[in-house]
């Protein structure tokens, strides 16, 4: 009998199956955003853990191997034909066209997140699907979203560029993309110059949400590895983590009074907000019980006694289950609620980190991808 994390990561692989167009020509491999609502909408982030699926998939006896490449190479194929601004996407975009959608902006976080699915199914499948994955990569042109005046990344175009990002937050994997370009490289100084805010020894985001810490951390293994000035940003996300878990626990509401914690962007009654986290972090903290099942989940890495509190809860609150495994975000004070609408980028999150608790096959490719590892080095993160 399967235990409740191999499940859930088989339930993960099962959204991306059934929620990524295999049949459409123009929008073949693309993965809707969401699930159940808004059916006709993609978002290349979840495009990109449905790539990152596929190898999972054949390795968890899913699919076979010849499944997976013919579904790999026609993925790749869609997007080295999506519409781009010098290799960056827009966010969202049809599920059965590829075209842009809801007015959105191109994303350099959702294209970096893309393009690790890209790397990664390029080193697991090699040959065609590699050379591919290379020439979709080589055409970002990082240096095109950079403001040199300032030397921090944009946060996105729209018409124009608009933010910066200029604080601590889940963009480490843009650094080491950027830097590791053989096209279009930044500079390397771009990594040293966000803020590094700093209380009780850690590192913090401006709403200290916890897929802040996790993001990057799901491609790139960072354990044991120091930048020249003593940062590890696998410790630092591990104390944030459990900062996270304390400050919950000190909580009065019902939710973490029963011992449940994970604060995070996500959805809670009203809408999706990014502005649930806990200290430290540079926002005002208020939460109404609403935790997130995915920062919860993707904690395993940094607390093992994650699994019997995910068992527990399925027992306790059966509503917290639901077609494709642990629901986006629960609140269980007062009368109970549970959120059934499912994000592409949650169980794409939720996929990696479980995979990666039961091996480190996909971290093990990815660190030595040859971007990753030439990224990592003209960081001086070793």
């Known amino acids: 009998m399967k235990n409740i994390l191999e499940e859930e990561l088989m339930q ?52 076979t191997y010849e499944e997976g490449y013919e579904r790999t190479l026609k993925t790749l194929n869609t997007i080295f034909n999506l519409e781009n601004k010098n290799g960056f996407y827009y966010h969202y975009i049809n599920y059965d066209t590829g075209l842009r959608e809801l007015n959105s902006e191109v994303s350099i976080i959702d294209t970096a997140i893309l393009l690790c699915g890209v790397l990664y199914v390029g080193d697991y499948f090699n040959g065609k699907i590699k050379d591919l994955s290379c020439k979709i990569f080589d055409r970002t042109n990082w240096q095109w979203f950079l403001d040199k005046k300032n030397n921090l990344f944009y946060l996105g175009y729209k018409n124009r560029f608009y933010g910066h990002w200029d604080n601590y937050a889940e963009q480490l994997i843009i650094y080491i993309l950027a830097v590791g370009s053989k096209t279009y490289p930044v500079n390397n100084e771009v990594y040293y110059t966000f803020k590094r805010n700093k209380k009780d020894g850690i590192i913090y985001s401006w709403f200290g949400s916890l897929f802040t810490y996790q993001y990057s951390h799901l491609w790139i293994n960072f354990k ?38 994970g604060l995070s962007a996500t959805i809670n009654k009203k809408r999706y907000s990014q502005r649930l986290g806990a200290p430290p972090c540079s926002s005002s903290i208020k939460s109404d019980g609403t935790i997130s099942l995915s920062g919860l989940i993707c904690s395993i890495e940094y ?7 995910l068992g527990q809860l399925r027992k306790d609150y059966p509503g917290s289950y639901g077609k494709y495994g642990f629901v986006t975000s629960i609140n269980l004070g007062g009368e109970k609620w549970y959120c059934n609408e499912y994000l592409g980028i949650d169980k794409g999150n939720i996929m990696l980190a479980l995979y990666n608790y039961f091996t480190k096959d996909l971290l093990n490719i990815m660190n030595n991808n040859e971007y990753v590892k030439q990224g990592l080095i003209n960081l001086n993160i070793k």
């Open 303 to 309: 607390d093992n006694s994650i699994e019997h509190l």
């Open 224 to 261: 044991g590895k120091y930048d020249i000035n003593g940062i590890c940003w696998y410790d630092n996300s591990k104390l944030a983590i459990l900062a996270n878990k304390k400050y919950c626990l000190n909580l009065k509401n019902k939710t973490f009074k029963l011992g449940y914690w």
């Open 12 to 63: 993960c692989l099962h959204y991306f199956e059934e929620n990524t167009n295999y049949s459409s020509e123009l929008g073949y491999g693309l993965a809707r955003d969401k699930y159940p609502n808004m059916n006709h909408i993609a978002s290349i982030s979840a495009t990109g853990y449905s790539l990152a699926h596929l190898p999972i998939a054949i390795e968890k006896n899913l699919i």
